[in-house]
């Protein structure tokens, strides 16, 4: 008997002696590049999680068109995803609200009389001329896109219900996603520098960067973080009834456990809370344009009810102090140089969101990505956020965007108190986001 207490004992020791927690350990404290607390973050969240869900589920967040035909300019083969956990269901004509699929592109741009002056053939520049390409100039200055518009006009656009296509784990792995993500942080992500020698990116590293460069990467690095969760937050699982979509909490270790990541996991993770207080930071700037967006859908009652959650929601977030000073990026001589650098390398990754063989990948990469972009516009824009000229499409990527940061926040902290209960089972298997060649530490390869 004596044998059993002492073997349990030593299991208990080594249960206790490992860090399950480890990858929260830096989830506390100031969120770097930040002036706000992951403490606050959470208080914020605690309050916006429940309607915020409750809001995307509304029409006019529901239904997205998008062309995901496009080519991918990048390699020449993209191939396709044969699994079935990869394939996307369409909207038919029908399930689509009138008022989105008769007014699908509505923006708060300039009007048709002021773009149809300013198209005129004109050989002889007048001042009135010259008034309206300044005003053409200040427009696009005003207006900023971080992402290649998508073509949501074009006969392969269509329109997705995003509720039946929920962001999961399909199992699209392998070199077709590695060169998805290798692409993106080797090619687009600027690289630390030491001693005039190109580094790897780590935590560390990156400090070796200007603000804006550091920026770029947390962005990048917080939203891969946010697939990532929402891949093992809704992994293919079995019970006695059959196959379900649960929680997989040795998938989550493996991501983003110390032990399998090199020690960057939890960084990964706290970057997710950067990006998510990026685009709150956005949502909440364009708070006087909300107040006068007109969420059309067809339906009075619901596109007036949509706007007043809305509206309640973007003041809530207002309770979360000091999020992200954007005021603080792109200032200085070298200003304009390094804002195209940032805004060439963001529309590089919205375009290799093209390339990506898994459909629901495809549509769900877009869709954040695009949001993202669309954060960076509302905060880099010149002028007052009220006159920023949005499609309808960027401001449903946008909200969804931020949604599944949402949703990330909360499978964390369902993972946390999971491992807080779990028994030790040995060291996770190595993530395949760790360095096998130079800058690839986070080429991960699963979407």
Same mark, same amino acid.
């Given at each position: 008997?004596w !044998?059993y207490?002492?073997?349990?004992c030593?299991?208990?020791?080594?249960?206790?002696?490992f860090?399950?927690?480890?990858?929260?350990?830096h &989830?506390?404290?100031?969120?770097?590049d930040?002036?706000?607390?992951v403490?606050?973050?959470?208080?914020?969240?605690s *309050?916006? %999680?429940?309607p915020?869900?409750?809001?995307v589920q509304?029409?006019?967040?529901?239904?997205?068109?998008?062309?995901l035909?496009?080519?991918?300019?990048?390699?020449?083969?993209?191939g396709?995803?044969t699994?079935?956990?990869?394939a996307?269901k369409?909207?038919?004509?029908?399930?689509?609200?009138?008022?989105?699929?008769?007014?699908?592109?509505?923006?708060? !741009?300039?009007?048709?009389?002021?773009? +149809?002056?300013?198209s005129?053939?004109?050989?002889?520049?007048?001042?009135?001329r010259?008034?309206a390409?300044?005003? &053409?100039e200040?427009?696009?200055?005003d207006?900023?896109n971080?992402?290649v518009q998508?073509?949501?006009?074009?006969e392969?656009?269509e329109f997705?219900?995003l509720?039946?296509?929920?962001?999961?784990y399909? !199992?699209y792995?392998?070199?077709?996603?590695r060169?998805?993500?290798?692409?993106?942080?080797?090619?687009?992500c600027?690289?630390?520098?030491?001693?005039? &020698?190109?580094?790897?990116?780590?935590h560390k590293?990156?400090?070796? @960067?200007?603000k804006?460069?550091?920026v770029f990467?947390?962005?990048v /690095?917080?939203?891969h973080?946010?697939?990532?969760?929402h891949?093992?937050?809704?992994?293919? *699982? +079995?019970d006695?009834?059959? +196959?379900?979509?649960?929680?997989?909490?040795?998938?989550?270790?493996?991501r983003?456990l110390p032990?399998s990541?090199?020690?960057?996991?939890p960084?990964?993770l706290?970057?997710l809370?950067?990006?998510?207080l990026?685009? @709150?930071?956005?949502?909440?700037?364009?708070l006087?344009?909300?107040?006068?967006?007109?969420?059309y859908?067809g339906?009075?009652?619901?596109d007036?009810?949509?706007?007043?959650? *809305?509206?309640k929601?973007?003041?809530?977030?207002?309770?979360?102090?000091?999020?992200?000073?954007?005021? +603080?990026?792109?200032?200085?001589?070298?200003? !304009?140089?390094?804002?195209?650098?940032?805004?060439?390398?963001? $529309?590089?990754?919205?375009?290799i969101?093209d390339?990506?063989?898994?459909d629901?990948? $495809?549509l769900?990469?877009?869709?954040?990505?695009?949001g993202?972009?669309?954060?960076?516009?509302?905060?880099? /824009?010149?002028?007052?956020?009220?006159?920023?000229?949005?499609e309808r499409?960027?401001? *449903?990527?946008? %909200?969804?965007?931020?949604?599944?940061l /949402?949703?990330?926040?909360?499978?964390?902290?369902?993972?946390k108190d999971?491992?807080?209960?779990?028994?030790?089972?040995?060291?996770?298997?190595?993530s395949?986001r760790?360095q096998?060649?130079?800058?690839?530490?986070?080429s $991960?390869?699963?979407?």
């Amino acid at each position: 008997m004596w !044998g059993y207490i002492s073997v349990f004992c030593v299991l208990t020791t080594a249960v206790l002696s490992f860090e399950l927690p480890a990858c929260f350990k830096h &989830l506390r404290g100031q969120v770097d590049d930040c002036y706000c607390k992951v403490e606050d973050v959470d208080n914020t969240h605690s *309050v916006s %999680f429940e309607p915020l869900s409750e809001l995307v589920q509304r029409n006019y967040f529901r239904y997205y068109k998008v062309n995901l035909d496009k080519p991918c300019i990048f390699w020449k083969e993209r191939g396709e995803c044969t699994r079935s956990t990869c394939a996307l269901k369409t909207c038919t004509q029908a399930e689509v609200p009138v008022g989105l699929a008769d007014n699908n592109n509505k923006s708060s !741009g300039p009007t048709c009389e002021e773009e +149809q002056e300013l198209s005129k053939i004109n050989n002889v520049i007048s001042d009135d001329r010259i008034a309206a390409l300044q005003k &053409l100039e200040k427009h696009e200055a005003d207006n900023i896109n971080f992402c290649v518009q998508e073509d949501e006009e074009s006969e392969k656009a269509e329109f997705y219900d995003l509720l039946q296509n929920p962001e999961r784990y399909t !199992g699209y792995s392998g070199e077709p996603a590695r060169r998805i993500w290798r692409s993106i942080y080797q090619e687009n992500c600027f690289k630390p520098k030491k001693d005039s &020698l190109f580094i790897d990116l780590t935590h560390k590293s990156i400090n070796y @960067m200007c603000k804006e460069k550091r920026v770029f990467f947390r962005a990048v /690095s917080g939203l891969h973080s946010s697939i990532s969760i929402h891949l093992a937050a809704k992994y293919p *699982v +079995q019970d006695f009834f059959g +196959q379900k979509w649960g929680p997989n909490l040795a998938e989550f270790s493996r991501r983003f456990l110390p032990e399998s990541t090199d020690g960057e996991g939890p960084h990964w993770l706290k970057n997710l809370y950067f990006v998510y207080l990026v685009e @709150m930071r956005a949502i909440t700037k364009a708070l006087p344009l909300w107040k006068r967006w007109d969420f059309y859908t067809g339906s009075t009652e619901e596109d007036t009810k949509t706007k007043e959650d *809305v509206v309640k929601i973007v003041e809530s977030l207002l309770s979360c102090p000091d999020t992200f000073d954007e005021a +603080q990026l792109f200032k200085g001589p070298a200003a !304009g140089e390094i804002l195209n650098d940032f805004l060439v390398h963001f $529309r590089n990754i919205s375009q290799i969101m093209d390339c990506v063989t898994c459909d629901k990948c $495809r549509l769900w990469g877009k869709i954040q990505i695009r949001g993202l972009g669309t954060a960076l516009k509302i905060l880099f /824009s010149g002028g007052k956020p009220e006159n920023l000229a949005l499609e309808r499409g960027e401001v *449903v990527t946008l %909200f969804n965007a931020f949604n599944q940061l /949402s949703h990330s926040l909360h499978y964390v902290k369902q993972f946390k108190d999971q491992m807080d209960y779990s028994e030790y089972a040995g060291p996770p298997e190595e993530s395949d986001r760790k360095q096998d060649n130079i800058f690839s530490t986070f080429s $991960r390869g699963e979407l």
